[in-house]
């Protein structure tokens, strides 16, 4: 069941990073639930686990981890997509 929820909240925290640099309309569920674990992973190896907790995620770093991560990827797969 523990699993269910990383999922879930890596979800939503991949879909709340797809916002924020708004590229999340281009990616999909599956996108947005790898942006999230990626990005949860980066942010708390880069910020620690601070702030409010939720399915053994910190938010606050998991979701700026996010944002860098989608930021990354959008970056590099808009410039392949251009050559």
Do not use: C, E, Y
Not at 25 to 40: C, Q, T
Request: aromatic fraction near 8%; glycine fraction near 14%; hydrophobic fraction near 60%.
């Amino acid at each position: 069941m523990h699993w269910i929820w990383v999922l879930i909240v890596g979800a939503i925290i991949g879909a709340v990073a797809g916002a924020i640099t708004s590229k999340g309309h281009s990616m999909g569920w599956i996108s947005n639930i790898v942006a999230g674990l990626v990005g949860a992973s980066v942010g708390q190896a880069l910020l620690g686990s601070w702030g409010p907790s939720l399915a053994g995620m910190a938010l606050i770093p998991s979701i700026l981890g996010a944002v860098i991560v989608v930021a990354v990827v959008s970056f590099f797969v808009t410039r392949a997509t251009k050559d």
